[in-house]
């Protein structure tokens, strides 16, 4: 026993426990949990925390890079601005990042994440070569740069090599944009394969892979990708982009005569493995299918509404018995508030209802969205996270009873405050595994951290 925790008030979806001892083992997890303090912890020094503990939150999906171009796409483009203008200067930005880039500028946003209540975090990871399509030496070292900076910021990682082999649904090869994504299956494997050996015995950290959408993965391509996946680890998460915009159902339609996610449901085994980004674009027919395959929608609001996708049908998959979680995904925003509060709000504006996603009557919209992206982005993760129970690891996020809009409310409106008039200065400590990564909302590491993110963003000014 590394430790034992005396929490002033514990949420479990299951209700508040006030207090709470939260035992915690020498490899980061959470042992016991109990509501008085146990009698072989006696000999252990109690640490007392004060506050609302709440399980960390999964961040489902992540493009870190893009962090550094938050803010720097907002100006009108002359022949209209949509995802696919967006794009083009998303590829401009990327053409120029090293690994050295790319590492400070993920280092500074996972502590923002930590900062915010993510815990955890599912890496979407397309960026693999030097900028004229050349594997670098060796071919992990873009990937191992992005798992220091998870390291070096202290919050757990599942990084999932995506697939990219086609530019389009027509098959042609990536475009020039898209050389440093281009991979064919062997070498996605490949890629895998040595990270899973990078990760091995790492409590902190999982490999998947992830077919980068419909459009890059051509179907032998997939199947070939799937197949060697099963081969190197049968559980591992796999995580596509799918439906996002209007324009790739339609082509997807055209090149395969069904839309995207009933394309995927007849074609590929999904299961409670898959993480299917966006899904925004879906019928009822497809909701169902997503519900009954058991993957999680990965709904990342502040993102879509930034580049116009759409609103997720957030009310549907939860009527359903969809999984559902949140990825902050270009990281436009980075906080656990918003995408929840944002989750509701765009049901609110297109539906002229309220508290649409509570559930049954009476319940609370806060805390049924945060148990909800909890299990769905545990399941996204693969890792045990999204509990304070025996057998997870101990990612705890503690919001301060002092902080104005946690003022006087009871413990049963804590989330709801937080949630809807919040924001992440409500966060005061985090855990991740075990181990205080922020305390009194400052990480141990972050002068240094933003100094070279800042070096990182001169540089390409
Ligand atoms: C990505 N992002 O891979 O970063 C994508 C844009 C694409 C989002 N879809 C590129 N939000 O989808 O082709
Ligand atoms: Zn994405």
Do not use: K
């Not at 220091?148 to 389009?168: F, M, N």
């Amino acid at each position: 026993l590394t430790g034992l925790l005396e929490i002033e008030h514990l949420w479990t979806p299951a209700g508040w426990l006030s207090p709470a001892f939260v035992a915690i083992g020498p490899d980061g997890g959470v042992v016991r949990v109990e509501p008085v303090r146990f009698r072989e912890a006696g000999a252990a020094t109690v640490e007392r925390v004060a506050g609302y503990a709440l399980p960390g939150m999964p961040n489902l999906h992540s493009h870190a890079f893009q962090r550094g171009l938050a803010g720097l796409a907002e100006r009108a483009a002359p022949g209209g601005d949509t995802f696919w203008t967006w794009r083009e200067t998303m590829y401009r930005f990327v053409a120029r990042l090293a690994p050295e880039d790319v590492e400070a500028i993920a280092a500074q946003l996972y502590v923002e994440m930590l900062r915010a209540g993510y815990t955890a975090v599912a890496e979407f990871h397309y960026l693999h070569h030097d900028p004229d399509g050349r594997p670098y030496a060796p071919p992990t070292r873009m990937a191992d740069h992005v798992l220091a900076a998870a390291r070096r910021a202290g919050i757990g990682i599942t990084i999932l090599p995506a697939l990219y082999a086609a530019g389009g649904f027509g098959g042609a090869p990536p475009e020039a944009g898209q050389r440093r994504f281009a991979t064919d299956a062997p070498a996605l494997l490949r890629l895998v394969e040595a990270l899973r050996q990078t990760a091995r015995g790492d409590p902190a950290a999982r490999v998947g892979a992830a077919p980068h959408s419909l459009r890059a993965a051509p179907p032998a391509a997939l199947a070939d990708l799937l197949a060697g996946l099963e081969r190197l680890d049968a559980t591992a998460p796999i995580h596509v982009h799918v439906a996002e915009q209007r324009r790739e159902v339609e082509e997807c339609l055209a090149a395969r005569g069904t839309p995207p996610v009933a394309w995927l449901l007849d074609h590929a085994p999904v299961d409670s493995r898959w993480c299917l980004v966006h899904a925004t674009h879906v019928g009822r027919e497809e909701i169902a299918g997503i519900a009954r395959s058991g993957a999680v929608a990965g709904l990342c609001p502040t993102t879509e509404a930034n580049l116009g996708d759409g609103v997720g049908p957030a009310a549907a998959l939860f009527a359903a018995g969809a999984a559902i979680g949140i990825g902050s995904d270009s990281h436009v925003s980075v906080s656990v508030v918003e995408e929840l509060r944002w989750l509701e709000y765009a049901q609110r504006l297109t539906g002229g209802r309220r508290t649409v996603l509570a559930g049954r009557a009476g319940g609370s919209v806060g805390e049924r969205l945060w148990a909800a992206a909890l299990e769905g982005g545990t399941r996204a993760v693969a890792r045990p996270v999204g509990a304070v129970a025996p057998g997870r690891r101990a990612d705890v996020v503690v919001l301060d009873p002092g902080h104005p809009v946690l003022a006087e409310r009871a413990r049963e409106q804590v989330l709801d405050a937080f949630v809807f008039a919040g924001d992440s200065t409500c966060v005061r400590d985090v855990m991740v595994g075990g181990r205080w990564v922020v305390r009194d909302r400052r990480h141990p590491d972050e002068g240094p951290i933003l100094d070279a993110y800042r070096r990182t963003l001169r540089r390409l000014a």
